[in-house]
T-cell receptor, first 113, second 112 residues
């Protein structure tokens, strides 16, 4: 079973600090996604990334957010200045090319205090 | 408006019983998928049904899709305690790439 790996599993940060969430998607996959899930709520789409650029982003994905694929394998989500309401589980997902099913990582639980 | 709404929000059954969860959506879709999430963990893909399909089976799972009513149901037969989890439907929209729009989820508890 292919795996999407996310690090760290849990991060606690002070409000206003920058955080970088990391994902190692399945190799040879071209599409990558970030989703978030606020505790007790549904999973929300943040951004999709294809061919090393953003292909779509949601209203949530404002100027505080950015994504990169710095070394061709890792896929990162950066939040520049965290707010309390950024506390959530953040999931990276990677569907196989030509397939609709997504493989999700185990998530990073971000807690902003 | 919500793209995916599920009912019930919570369901508690005895082991061995069947569990049925429903999902409604509002726009045209390419496919509808069901995912499972154990508490605090990632999402695991269960089954996908395409917009031109009406029913699909996978092991103890049965999914139906009614595009005229814009609704889907997930049936888990002969439930086990290990099926306890949250179940989400997710739609992939026509022209929306593979981005998934998730429903609100059903929390299933299977008791011994």
């Amino acid at each position: 079973e292919p795996e999407v790996t996310q690090t760290p599993s849990h991060q606690v940060t002070q409000m206003g600090q920058e955080v970088i969430l990391r994902c190692v998607p399945i190799s040879n996959h071209l599409y990558f996604y970030w989703y978030r899930q606020i505790l007790g709520q549904k999973v929300e789409f943040l951004v999709s990334f294809y061919n090393n650029e953003i292909s779509e982003k949601s209203e949530i994905f404002d100027d505080q957010f950015s994504v990169e694929r710095p070394d061709g394998s890792n896929f990162t989500l950066k939040i520049r200045s965290t707010k309390l309401e950024d506390s959530a589980m953040y999931f990276c997902a990677s569907p196989k090319q030509g397939r609709a099913e997504a493989f999700f990582g185990q998530g990073t639980r971000l807690t902003v205090v | 408006s919500q793209q995916g709404e599920e009912d019930p929000q919570a369901l508690s059954i005895q082991e061995g019983e069947n569990a049925t969860m429903n999902c409604s959506y509002k726009t045209s879709i390419n496919n509808l998928q069901w995912y499972r999430q154990n508490s605090g963990r990632g999402l695991v893909h269960l089954i996908l049904i395409r917009s031109n399909e009406r029913e699909k089976h996978s092991g103890r799972l049965r999914v139906t899709l009614d595009t005229s009513k814009k609704s889907s149901s997930l049936l888990i037969t002969a439930s086990r305690a290990a099926d306890t989890a949250s179940y989400f439907c997710a739609t992939s929209l026509t022209g929306g790439g593979n981005k998934l729009t998730f429903g609100t989820g059903t929390q299933l508890k299977v008791e011994l």
